[in-house]
């Protein structure tokens, strides 16, 4: 199962889609997870500083859908295309602030 996370309160935007197993019920840990792939992909010192900065919102796949296509390079694609690209991606940064790139 998947799961996606929005660090809309962080210096620098990130929306990020974890894999969780089905014995997994924490949501510390789905947190803590999400947060190390954006440590790792986006920004932040650590986990720790970046859950001190704020918790990240859980939103639904049909809203990182949405954001997902806007961006850049995404247009290009046919839909058939951007989803499969969606859908493929696990324990991923799917959007990233644009000041990044």
Known sequence: MKQ???F????YY???VIEVE???SSEVDFLKQAA????EQIAGESV???????????VTKEYAYWKFA???????????????EFNGRKNDAIVIDGSLS
Do not use: F, W
């Open 4 to 6: 996606y996370y929005e």
């Open 36 to 39: 190390e792939v954006y440590v």
């Open 14 to 16: 990130g929306l990020v």
């Open 22 to 24: 089905e014995n997994q």
């Open 8 to 11: 809309n309160n962080h210096g």
């Open 70 to 84: 806007q961006c850049d390079d995404i247009k290009g694609m046919t839909n058939r295309e951007a989803l499969a």
């Open 48 to 58: 720790q500083d970046v859950l001190e900065e704020g918790s990240p919102d859980l």
